[in-house]
Each structure stands twice: as structure tokens, then as C-alpha cells.
């Protein structure tokens, strides 16, 4: 990359203008001369009044937002550098490279003027209306504090608080005796009806605090039930409030009704006449014909305009909501939208309507830009540790969106991992490799032996069907081969909430090529046995997923994904109705000669993003989790039990590597720790450092737990209420991250904080950090690779 030599200048510039401006400080804030306008610096809005708490700050946001214009801004109400630094780069006169300067780092003077007074008391009197406080009273003083600055001081008077008193809608007026309005048009009948409906349910009570916004709120929410009405031509710009105002109870009387000017094609409800489709349209295409030829009627009065050899008209049909003859609804025109998103084979879709020369009947087009079908993706990960283990990870997959041309989502993902240590003490190579393949299917329908009601839901449901294989190796230690088999469905009732529910999950588990040291291990700890026993799995999953994320810009989000899983129920229950439980003393029921497995296991995943200034976000995450073996099962199967650590957990120790609790490390062995019990929280402050690459400061707070009693000798890996604080591992460390926009390359360099199975200092490592120090360097710190953030 290389920079011009006015880059270079500007680069410079930025970093000499900080300086610049705290140099001017002893300088005058503007220059002198009689002949300037004087400088203004703001307005104080008091008051006088004693009122609640709650609505006094209300008040005086109000107050504070409604002044104009904003002053300069300033550091403790006297500094104000941005414009010092204005005035330092030639000020209106500036150019080229210190215009640019001004520009960028600069701020314009505000000036005072003799209209800004009265126009800023007419602002804060509108702010009291709106609020309902119609006595309100304003006084100003305008204050000199010194020579060329001027400012403003507001006292208001808002006087006590108006309430809404009757509401009345236009129509119902038409039968009073006393009122001498015209007839009221036969064509606003229907729509009268419909208002007259909702103000039944409005939340306008008699006796609530008036307030504007309530007002205009109300007119929206109108506007949106008589949408879904068949109202296609209305909107809440026809609704009009006229208030009358009792001083002496300090009431308003509301009547709502609709604006003399409203067209009456506002007032029609509208059907569906026909729907066309366009099914391979382009955005360059020209606007709607008035003739389109000869058509293919895919249904009765659904035509298709431009087909698409992509792709099956059908699946278009049972995606759309919205269907010829019905009332126009707007929820059906987002339902289908929706839906035809979540169909993920359109780059663009939209529905447009055009009323016809029949009064009351619209026609639909839909517009459908299909989308690339198939996607390969690979992402690289590794870890370098300080324990000289080291190893790659690779994840591939492909996805066709449309395999079999009715929105077919056919999957294949593979993944494998490598890690090893040279052993100097035993010259020989420690280490692990694990692969795997799954093969996954996704169907834009429901199979099942019921009918489902496809309008109903706001989304496309899906049906999912997923098998795969997988097969860990521990070199010298052992080999655990596991097959799955999933059936299930996924649905959103709301852009919010996701449902995931599996209910056939069938895996099957097989331990081998035990080593000798391990089986020893194995005998001495018969729990630890059961968690590597071949056995069955045949369960039940069950997700809820909650995402605000991209709800609204520049606003705290949330994700939280629950889950809940149960295994061995069902097949438990078969026993014991036919007669077959075949289970021994100290045995466990088996199908087939193979044991299978029982137990419940729930966990939650809660995130929270929070935006600072500008693009620096606070991110923060909690994991929990609990497994808990019954009946046939003593423990939780090994592929069932929690683990922490690694790139996208705790990234200052290796995956599996540290826990239950506060049991230590074994240098010798290489086996992976879990547990029935996870706990684990991480905070991570992220900051824009150039346009593509971010920064990040974090720290991760962990472990992994037994259940009470299910430890064996090593007491100090159960979970205790009392204990499990000092059993939590802490490791913190810097992240750098390269964000293009369509891929995150992640390198979170981390280092180990707290080890609470080291006894001194409490386990923590503080006092022995030398940051400072290579050798330190060298055995500390851990470097994690990835795609992707870790949350």
C-alpha cells in the first residue's frame, strides 16, 4: 500500500491536531473586534415548578432537545477546541490542506442573534403543549458572562398537567341533536364502522396525561388495523385530531375523524383479483406492461409472467400467503415476503399492487430475483499453546439451496483437527486427530402425519433431516467413533424468535483401541468407565432461540438460545409396556446387546451487545449447562458432556484442557477434561482501529464441573454452591481483527490470569506476570486463529 505525499500530510496533521489544540488554550476563543457578532454559548432552561421526579426529567429532555441551534462544543462549559482550531486554519478563508483539516476536525462558530430568544421560547412553549402543559409560562434572560459570549436562561412555568377527558370519533357526532354538521357521505360508512372499533380498544382513556405522541401513536396503530382490513389506500395521514381544551378541569376533549380531503378510494375496502408472477426478474427490467400476452395460470387467477427453469412454480404458490379474492391485508403481504425470504433462493423479492379498473380490486405482482444456489466455504483455525502443543483445524462445506429445484437445502460438512507436542522427556509424539462428515437436508415443508395451517405461521417452516459420522483419536490412548441420525423441524413465530425441535435424535457411540495406562485408569474410576461405555442414545432436542440483532441500528441487542435434551424416555417406556426390560443387577438395560443411555441435559447460551461511542461495542456472553444421568445411565455419555476452552471459549487455555473443578493438569496424559456442569462468562470491548481492522481487549471466566457425588476420589471436580467460585479459571489477552465486510479473520492472543489448581496466591498469576519479559512470553501466552467472531 502506498500513500501520496498529501496522505502522508493529512495522516500528519492528524495526529499533530490534538496538539495544535491544546497548545491554542491560552488563546482567545475568537478574535477580536468590535465589528464580530458575539459568540453564543448556550441556553440553561430551569424549572420553577415542584412536579414528580419521573416526569420533571421527562420535561427537561424535552426542553434541553427542542433549543436551537447546539452551541459549540466545549470541554467544562470555557474550552471549546474544535473551534479554537477553526480559527487556527484561517477560519472562512481556509483552503486546500487546512480547509481539509477544518473540515475534518474543525467546528463552524454559532453565532447569537436577536431572533433566537423568542424563536427558542416559542420551541420550549411547543415542548409544553406536547406534553400537555397548556398554562405554561416563559421567561428569559439574556446573561454576559464576558465580553463577545452571550448566552440564554429559560424560566418555565409549566402549570399543572392536562388530562384527556371524552373521545369522541366524527360520525357518532351525525346523530346528536345539537350539533349542525352536513350529512355525513354513505361511502365513509364502512370505514366509520371500522374506527369506530378501534377507539372500542384504544389505550386513550379518560383520565391519561395527555401527551402528543400518544396522539400521533394511536393515529399509527389505526392506520395498521384497518390495513389489515382490505384498506389499502388509506393511511394515518388522514386521521385528524381537533382537541377542545377545559381550563378551569384541565381537560381535553379529543375528536378524532377523518380529513375533509381524504380521497374515497381511501375509505374502499379492496380485494385481490389476480396475482402475477415473475419468477426470473431482473431489476433492470422496465415497469409493468398494461398488455401482458398470453399467460400460464399456475392457479385460479395466479398467473405466471416469467417462468424460471431454476426453480418450481409450486413452491412460489405455497410460500405466498396473500391469495386472489381476499380481503387486502398488509400482515398477509409481510407473511409472504417473509416467507419467501426464508425460502433462501431469492437475492430479491417484493410484492407490488396496482388497482384496476374494477372499484376495490388490486392486482399483485411479485417480483422473484433468484439468488447463487450452491456455496462452498472453508475456515482455517489453530492454536499455538503454551505447553507446546500446537495443531490446525479445518472445516469444509458445500450447500445447495436448491438441489432438487423445489428449495431443496442439500448440506455436506466435514471437518477435521490435528494437534500435537514432541515429548523430549520420552521421545515420542503426543497428540490427537478427529474428522468428521455430516450430510444434511432441509426441506421449505412440514412432513408429518397432520395437516399444518401454512398461513398461520409468519415464516416458512422447514423439515430437517441430518446424519453424519465422527471419530476422535487420542494417540495412545484411546478412539471414540460416533454415527447420528436427526429428524426434525425448525420455525419462527415472530422475526425474533426461532424454534428448533428434534424429535428423533438417534446416536450411536463406540469406544476403542483403549491403551493399557488408560484402561488401568478406567478400572480405578468406574464413573469415568460408564462415560466411555459403547451405548445408544435415542432422544429428544428442543431449541428457543431469541435474536434482536438487526432490529434497529445503534441499540443495545440480545441473543438467547435455550435447550433442553432427553434421552432414553421413550425406549425406557417401550420396555416396561411390552415386558422386555432386560436390565441386571448392576447392568443396564440394553436393545440389541447395547446399552442405551438416559438423561436430561439443559443449556443456555445469553449474549448482550451494547454500542458505546461511535463504533466501540461492549459484547458479553454466558454459558451454562447441566446434564443429569438417570436410571439406566450412572453418567453423562462422554459426547454429552461439557467442555471449555479453545478458540471460541476460554482462549487462554487449549480446548478440553482444564477442569472438573479444580483438579490439576496431567503433563503426561493427553485425555480431554468435561463435565456434567459448565459455567462460563466472557466480556469483550471491541474498537475500530482503520477501516478493516478492529481491535479487542477480553477476558474469559470459567470451568466445567462433576455432579455432587459423581467424582469419585477427586472431591474437588464436584460442584459445590460454597466452592465453586474459587474453582473459576480467568485468562484475558488482545484480539486484532480483519473485517472486509463479507469475512472476519480473528487472532486473539491470550494468557492465562487465574488457575485455581495452583494453591499459591490463590492461583492467581498476577504478581508472576513480566509481560516485558520474552521467556514469559514464550510460556504464557496462547494464539488463537480463526474465522469468525467468538460470539
Known amino acids: ?53 419521573r416526569e420533571r426529567r421527562a420535561l427537561q429532555a424535552a426542553y434541553d432537545s427542542a433549543l436551537r441551534p447546539q452551541p459549540n462544543r466545549s470541554v467544562l ?8 482550531l477553526y480559527h487556527l486554519t484561517g477560519g472562512e478563508d481556509a483552503e486546500g490542506l487546512r480547509a481539509r483539516v477544518q473540515n475534518r476536525f474543525g467546528e463552524n462558530p454559532v453565532y447569537f442573534s436577536v431572533e433566537m430568544p423568542d424563536a427558542n421560547a416559542q420551541r420550549l412553549l411547543n415542548a409544553s403543549y406536547a406534553r400537555g402543559y397548556f398554562d405554561a409560562e416563559i421567561n428569559y434572560n439574556i446573561v454576559e458572562p464576558r465580553d463577545g459570549h452571550v448566552g440564554l436562561s429559560y424560566e418555565v412555568s409549566p402549570g399543572q398537567r392536562y388530562q384527556l377527558g371524552e373521545l369522541r370519533y366524527g360520525a357518532e357526532d351525525i346523530d346528536r341533536e345539537d350539533t349542525d354538521a352536513e350529512e355525513r357521505p354513505e361511502y365513509l360508512s364502512t370505514i366509520d364502522e371500522a374506527i369506530l372499533r378501534q377507539l372500542e380498544i384504544s389505550e386513550l382513556r379518560k383520565g391519561r396525561a395527555y401527551h402528543l405522541d400518544d396522539l400521533e401513536q394511536e393515529q399509527i396503530r389505526i392506520d395498521a388495523a384497518l390495513k389489515n382490513q382490505g384498506f389499502f389506500a388509506f393511511s394515518s395521514g388522514h386521521l385528524v385530531f381537533d382537541g377542545r381544551r377545559d381550563r378551569d378541569q384541565k381537560v381535553v376533549d379529543l375528536r378524532l375523524d377523518v380529513r375533509e380531503d381524504m380521497p374515497e378510494r381511501a375509505a374502499r375496502q379492496y380485494r385481490l383479483r389476480n396475482i402475477f408472477l415473475y419468477l426470473d426478474y431482473s431489476v433492470e427490467s422496465e415497469d409493468i406492461p398494461e398488455d ?23 413452491i412460489v404458490l405455497n410460500a405466498l400467503v396473500i391469495e386472489p379474492g381476499q380481503l387486502y391485508r398488509r400482515a398477509d403481504h409481510l407473511r409472504s415476503l417473509s416467507r419467501l425470504s426464508d425460502l433462501g433462493i431469492f437475492q430479491f423479492s417484493s410484492i407490488r399492487y396496482r388497482e384496476t379498473d374494477e372499484p376495490g380490486k388490486l392486482d399483485a405482482y411479485v417480483y422473484l430475483t433468484p439468488a447463487p444456489s450452491r456455496v462452498v466455504q472453508a475456515e482455517l483455525q489453530a ?91 487420542r494417540v495412545d490412548t484411546y478412539r471414540l467413533d460416533s454415527a447420528n441420525a436427526r429428524f426434525g423441524y425448525s420455525w419462527r413465530s415472530n422475526p425474533r ?48 432461540i431469541y435474536s434482536d440483532r438487526g432490529i434497529a441500528e445503534g ?29 441386571e443387577d448392576n447392568e443396564p438395560a440394553a436393545y440389541f446387546n447395547t446399552p442405551y443411555a438416559q438423561f436430561i441435559r439443559t443449556d443456555a447460551d445469553l449474549r448482550q451487545f451494547v454500542p458505546l461511542i461511535g463504533s466501540q461495542r461492549l459484547a458479553m456472553r454466558l454459558l451454562t449447562g447441566i446434564g443429569y ?117 480473528r487472532l486473539d492472543v491470550a494468557f492465562p490470569v487465574r488457575k485455581p489448581w495452583i494453591d499459591d496466591h490463590d492461583g492467581w498469576l498476577v504478581q508472576d506476570m513480566r509481560p516485558l519479559e520474552l521467556g514469559w512470553l514464550r510460556e504464557n501466552l496462547v494464539y488463537n486463529l480463526a474465522i469468525g467472531y467468538p460470539f
Open 497 to 544: 424468535l426461532r424454534h428448533e425441535l428434534d424429535p428423533v435424535d438417534i446416536t450411536f457411540v463406540r469406544p476403542d483401541e483403549f491403551a493399557p495406562e488408560f484402561e488401568e485408569r478406567l478400572d480405578e474410576n468406574p464413573i469415568l468407565a460408564r462415560s466411555f461405555e459403547q451405548q445408544f442414545l435415542v432422544g429428544s432436542r428442543y431449541a428457543f
Open 555 to 583: 441499540r443495545a441487542s440480545s441473543y438467547l438460545q435455550l435447550g433442553i435434551e432427553s434421552s432414553g424416555a421413550v425406549l425406557h417406556a417401550l420396555q416396561q409396556l411390552s415386558g422386555t426390560d432386560n436390565s
Open 292 to 314: 401482458l400476452g398470453e399467460l400460464e395460470e399456475l392457479a385460479e387467477q395466479v398467473y405466471v409472467v416469467e417462468s424460471s427453469e431454476r426453480y418450481r412454480s409450486s
Open 77 to 84: 462549559g470555557v474550552w471549546r477546541p474544535r473551534l479554537q
Open 629 to 745: 444421568p438417570y436410571g439406566n445411565s450412572d453418567t453423562l455419555p462422554r459426547i454429552r458432556r461439557f467442555s471449555v476452552g479453545g478458540t471460541n471459549s476460554m482462549r487462554a487455555f487449549a480446548a478440553r484442557s482444564i477442569g472438573p473443578g479444580s483438579i490439576p493438569p496431567e503433563s503426561d496424559t493427553f485425555e480431554d477434561r468435561s463435565g456434567a456442569i459448565r459455567l462460563e462468562a466472557n466480556l469483550e470491548y471491541r474498537f475500530p482501529l482503520s477501516t478493516y481492522f478492529r481491535g479487542a481487549v477480553f477476558a474469559d471466566v470459567g470451568n466445567i464441573w462433576d455432579l455432587p457425588g459423581d467424582g469419585g476420589e477427586d472431591e474437588e471436580g464436584e460442584f459445590g454452591f460454597d466452592s465453586f467460585v474459587d474453582d473459576l479459571a480467568v485468562g484475558s489477552g488482545l484480539g486484532l481483527r480483519f473485517d472486509p465486510g463479507f469475512v472476519v479473520v
Open 383 to 473: 492454536v499455538s499453546r503454551s505447553d507446546d502443543f500446537a495443531g490446525p483445524a479445518v472445516n469444509l462445506s458445500y450447500r445447495d439451496r436448491n438441489a432438487f429445484g423445489g428449495a431443496e437445502e442439500l448440506s455436506l460438512q466435514s471437518n477435521a483437527a490435528f494437534e500435537t507436542r514432541l515429548r523430549e522427556d520420552a521421545g515420542r509424539v503426543l497428540g490427537s486427530y478427529e474428522y468428521g462428515a455430516e450430510l444434511g437436508l432441509n426441506l421449505p415443508r412440514v412432513l408429518a402425519p397432520f395437516a399444518v395451517d401454512r398461513a398461520r405461521t409468519g415464516s416458512l417452516p422447514r423439515t430437517r433431516v441430518r446424519g453424519g459420522i465422527q471419530s476422535l483419536t
Open 1 to 53: 500500500m502506498s500513500f501520496t505525499r498529501s496522505d502522508q500530510i493529512i495522516r500528519l496533521y492528524s495526529v499533530l491536531a490534538p496538539l495544535l489544540m491544546l497548545l491554542s488554550i491560552s488563546c482567545a476563543t475568537v478574535p477580536e473586534g468590535d465589528d464580530l457578532p458575539d459568540l453564543y454559548i448556550g441556553s440553561d432552561v430551569d424549572i420553577v415548578e415542584p412536579m414528580p421526579l
